[in-house]
């Protein structure tokens, strides 16, 4: 498979030309404007995409279990047919290293793999039977059974900072397949060209397996005003985001002011904090370095631009801390900086380190060297106090890239009251011995009302794609933290429950016919039986 | 136990006199006011309560399955202590009839030990766990667990309709405290002593179970002022109401609007379609006249005020539907009006009644008698066309009471039309035989995108409460279609799940210790392990 870029919108199949403006990718290396030119659609091209999609929701809400799992494996198998050229595109409109790019196609076909897996297997159907009781008094009582079935059509936002792995095919769009929802996808205007090339492998999964055209669209709009339409749109069941607050928050507003008001999932803020203790600290200046370098890895890697990279880090106060902060500065000062993703982004990293180092009593711990290419800035660590922490709300905000505050620290006591005054957060990590413990645990439970994901001795980038992995959080690090948007779980976002009351077997839908045509486990009268 | 109704809020076990003005129950079927007045908080005393369901999170989250289920079992067996007490103030607070209030009564008990059962039981924790992969290339892959934990204090509205199994202690309180949620009860103030004596059964629960005492509330305040500050307020992290599309709409907009959104799970307006086809039609008169008793039953049963009244009826042009029509007129003529809740709820259903009596071409179909109290009105059922329906809006609102709307169609391709166009709703009915398979099989999923409840053959209202069971719906008919408010389902509303990374068996919660303590079954990579 080789394809020409065409710079348009993939509507249910067909490449439409925007009767908006045309807009470019740029390397964020260098400032080149990419071609090929991307035309913008305008409203009513946008309804041609939430009509088909609307139209094409049977077509794959029913498909039985195979026929689903197989389209998933086939758009997984499309994308790895044209890696290379995905990867090529990718570089230059992201300017992440050749490594990452690599890393996140394979991210991206294994999820798309392991919601087939999902698909096949079956429970995320919620399969659940309380059979009749005739004689009952004083009333019998009738047959009833339940199953999930998908919202309807989905909203997807392509996230800037994974141009695969949560864009066109990513995470969003994967769960929202597996559930039987048509997706539209919003192309991030950052990497138009990536997003083209993944949008054609989709269309051409959707096509040969023989579905309604309008399981998938992508489009390219004017960033605000486009999505806005989208979630607004009568067609759009349910929106998954992930981006800015800003951006995230305003979707929210206009999911809410809808004449029928739909769930967003947006994935926005967090500053994911790290509680290093004592214990910890009384290695030996090796170890001190290798918790620093640790460190300084999971802040500097994709140029910082993570969702889950440490923005906050809790050190305690005295010797051992001001040892292992002597420590961070060295080996911060050894980083080099690499590329973000877009000049814009760059521009508010600058913006938020420039903000936090004017604040009273912050001090700087270490500064790296700036990388060789355009918007690649030194990495940056800062230092101040957690009375400053607490009286100080600039110093709760995210800044997206490639810098990190620590924050000293005298008592878990301190801890404790630091932790209430957090906004919610995707993770939270602790970094503690044995003789910790006792420190530590009261801290746990109340971390639990703030975090989505609380680690021990890890760092919390690189986010393991799996069944139990939770990426969520309370607000601002979502908006509805009752769900995930990586990991099997996620499909649950998309998925409202039916009750069937006193139904003739011929009128039951498959999943819950009794027979159990598709093999599914069943809560039964409460209880799950398992099916071999 | 026995008691003296005090007129006061219930806060965290205290009995607090309220600051603002003081209200009254009415005997609804005569008029009359009930001792005592009932004093009303303003919001600094509504603080006193947020603070304590804050206060009290843990208490009530961490508890182990046993105590926790006794404590919802220590509930229910208050209630029944008092069970005559509740049922003769609730009589002259509601104009319900004694059976109803009897049985209303026992499904809330019920309830409350079906939840215990689940807590018990144990999969709403939603155990997963992926163990370590230390040999994993290029990364060893670490131990990650999920289970789900209570998303925090939620502010239950008590319903009007049901005094009992929708308020106090009703489902959504049950729900909540089950999943581990401190609750706080706004009262609602037409049945202000029912809501002290089921209120003081659970604070009594409460203590005996040794528990901090903000782990539930019941609060008694000027309607929507101290409902929307009780939403407000940001110690609340969820909201469970049944009632007015105005009221519940009103409550979404408060949620969406607060610094830190929350969910509102809000039942509200259903009409609850039912659609009868030839088959059932064709059979003796004895047949109609069956079909429409069962009509009128589910029409006029609790003075129709129940949020699955049968509110609209589809049926066939053609002899045979104009000779069910002409049953149901004679049967209509037959029924008499009981009390209605209250004053203002009588007065709602007649502005309704006559508005849709004033609209173009409604015929009056049957009336039944008034009742011999005040606010009894006679039962009514009119009809109109298909097309009518189709166009004027109208038509499509809910009447909370006595009255029913028939619609005749020409053909199921006027159905499907006609069913595209609905809100979303409860609940939808079809009543068929084996020969009308064919016309309704392609009605299913397109109803099956509009409603929570589809019943084959079987009238809407006299919801089981069970696992299977689906209260729930596309808005109006809910606010947040993933979920359920009657049934075991109800317990994922207050749910959120958290992950734990590389966490030491020592700092690990119970419900994700290797060993199992609470004998759950856990999801291992991806398949359900079953505990014996």
Not at 496 to 516: G, S
């Amino acid at each position: 498979m080789s394809q020409n870029l065409k710079g348009h919108s993939i509507i249910a199949g067909e490449h439409i030309v925007g009767r908006g403006k045309t807009i470019y990718g740029y390397n964020p290396a260098t400032g080149e404007a990419l071609e090929p030119g991307f035309t913008l659609i305008d409203e009513s091209q946008l309804k041609t995409a939430t009509a088909a999609a609307a139209e094409a929701y049977q077509s794959l809400s029913t498909l039985d279990p195979e026929a689903h799992a197989d389209f998933l494996e086939k758009v997984a198998e499309n994308i790895e047919a044209i890696g290379e050229q995905i990867t090529r595109r990718l570089l230059l409109e992201t300017g992440l290293p050749e490594a990452r790019a690599t890393a996140e196609r394979g991210r991206t076909v294994n999820q798309l793999r392991l919601f087939a897996k999902v698909v096949r297997q079956g429970d995320f159907r919620g399969v659940r039977w309380d059979p009749a009781l005739p004689e009952r008094q004083p009333m019998p009582c009738p047959d009833i059974r339940q199953r999930k079935i998908s919202v309807g059509p989905v909203a997807v936002f392509g996230a800037s900072n994974f141009p695969l792995a949560f864009s066109v095919a990513g995470g969003d769009t994967a769960s929202a397949l597996a559930a039987g929802s048509p997706v539209i996808v919003k192309a991030h205007n950052a990497h138009p060209g990536t997003s083209e090339i993944v949008g054609t492998a989709i269309t051409q999964a959707v096509a040969d397996a023989g579905l309604h055209p309008g399981v998938f669209s992508l489009i390219y709009g004017p960033g605000s005003s486009i999505g806005q339409a989208l979630v607004s749109d009568p067609a759009i069941k349910s929106v998954g985001f992930t981006g800015s607050r800003a951006a995230g928050t305003s979707l929210m507003r206009v999911a809410a002011a809808r004449e029928v008001p739909i769930p967003v999932h947006a994935e926005m803020s967090s500053i994911n904090p790290v509680f290093i203790f004592n214990g910890v600290l009384s290695n030996d200046d090796d170890g001190m370095s290798d918790l620093a370098s640790a460190y300084l890895t999971s802040v500097t890697g994709s140029s910082g631009q993570l969702c889950t990279q440490p923005g906050l880090v809790f050190v305690p106060t005295g010797e051992k801390g001001d040892a292992f902060v002597m420590a961070v500065g060295a080996v911060t000062g050894l980083t080099a900086g690499q590329t973000m993703l877009s000049e814009p982004i760059y521009g508010s990293w600058k913006e938020g380190v420039e903000q936090l180092a004017a604040q009273p009593s912050v001090e700087l711990v270490g500064k790296g060297s700036e990388g060789e290419t355009q918007n690649a800035p030194a990495p940056v660590i800062y230092q101040a106090t957690a009375e400053q922490f607490r009286n100080n709300p600039v110093l709760h905000q995210e800044i997206f890239g490639a810098a990190s505050l620590i924050i000293r620290y005298d008592s878990a006591d301190d801890l404790i009251n630091v932790i209430r005054q957090l906004e919610g957060q995707l993770t939270a990590s602790l970094h503690l011995t044995h003789d910790d413990y006792s420190t530590a645990a009261p801290l746990v439970p109340v971390l639990e009302q703030k975090v989505g994901r609380l680690l021990v001795n890890d760092w919390p980038t690189g986010v393991e794609v799996n069944h139990s992995i939770v990426h969520g959080g309370p607000f601002p690090a979502t908006s509805d933290a009752r769900t995930t948007s990586v990991g099997t779980l996620a499909i649950e976002r998309f998925l409202r429950p039916v009750a069937y009351q006193n139904f003739p077997e011929a009128l039951m839908p498959a999943p819950v016919q009794a027979e159990n045509p598709w093999g599914l486990n069943r809560r039964v009268n409460g209880e799950v039986r398992q099916e071999d």
